[in-house]
């Protein structure tokens, strides 16, 4: 696992290095990449409001991704079905031409999905109490904790190659 600090060029080439790397490993093995991402900032005028959309520093967030994320010929974009996580995803969805599917977090057999997925690139993006649960479902292990709810810079790659299974949690700020 790498965890680590990233300016937008770095981020750009590190996510193309691991891309090669899987690539060449994928001679052998058909490999699965998921990007996963928390919603970027919300507005936080009403504490009651349940359903907020992105504020300007998370509208700028949703553009940044789909900066970091241009590289990467993704197959298919999920969100949750709230104003946040679709704004955020967007961007991304706009520029690769890929609609957004809405999932729901609590319905997620992790098993089907990665077999759903087997050699594709996929982004989701949720919430700071559903993703680290989405990658853990997804390395099968009790790895990554709740994200803090100011943060909004995660980014986690995890990447299945038959049974060999990476991940690393990037902080894009």
């Given at each position: 696992?790498?965890?680590?600090?990233?300016?937008?060029?770095?981020?750009?080439?590190?996510?193309?290095?691991?891309?090669?790397?899987?690539?060449?490993?994928?001679?052998?093995?058909?490999?699965?990449?998921?990007?996963?991402?928390?919603?970027?900032?919300?507005?936080?005028?009403?504490?009651?409001?349940?359903?907020?959309?992105?504020?300007?520093?998370?509208?700028?967030?949703?553009?940044?991704?789909?900066?970091?994320?241009?590289?990467?010929?993704?197959?298919?974009?999920?969100?949750?079905?709230?104003?946040?996580?679709?704004?955020?995803?967007?961007?991304?969805?706009k520029s690769q031409n890929i609609d957004i599917t809405?999932?729901?977090?609590?319905?997620?057999?992790?098993?089907?999905?990665?077999?759903?997925?087997?050699?594709?690139?996929?982004?989701?993006?949720?919430?700071?109490?559903?993703?680290?649960?989405?990658?853990?479902?997804?390395?099968?292990?009790?790895?990554?904790?709740?994200?803090?709810?100011?943060?909004?810079?995660?980014?986690?790659?995890?990447?299945?190659?038959?049974?060999?299974?990476?991940?690393?949690?990037?902080?894009?700020?």
């Amino acid at each position: 696992m790498v965890t680590g600090k990233m300016d937008l060029n770095s981020m750009r080439n590190f996510i193309i290095s691991i891309f090669f790397l899987t690539s060449f490993y994928s001679y052998s093995q058909e490999c699965s990449s998921f990007y996963l991402i928390r919603h970027a900032e919300k507005l936080r005028i009403d504490k009651t409001e349940r359903n907020p959309k992105l504020n300007e520093k998370g509208i700028l967030r949703a553009e940044k991704w789909e900066e970091v994320l241009k590289n990467i010929n993704l197959d298919k974009i999920y969100s949750t079905n709230y104003y946040r996580t679709i704004e955020t995803a967007n961007p991304t969805s706009k520029s690769q031409n890929i609609d957004i599917t809405i999932y729901s977090p609590s319905n997620i057999d992790y098993k089907n999905f990665k077999e759903i997925h087997k050699g594709k690139k996929v982004l989701i993006v949720g919430h700071s109490n559903t993703i680290p649960n989405f990658v853990n479902g997804l390395i099968e292990k009790n790895f990554y904790d709740q994200i803090d709810d100011l943060n909004n810079s995660n980014l986690y790659l995890v990447n299945i190659c038959g049974d060999i299974v990476s991940h690393q949690l990037l902080f894009i700020e």
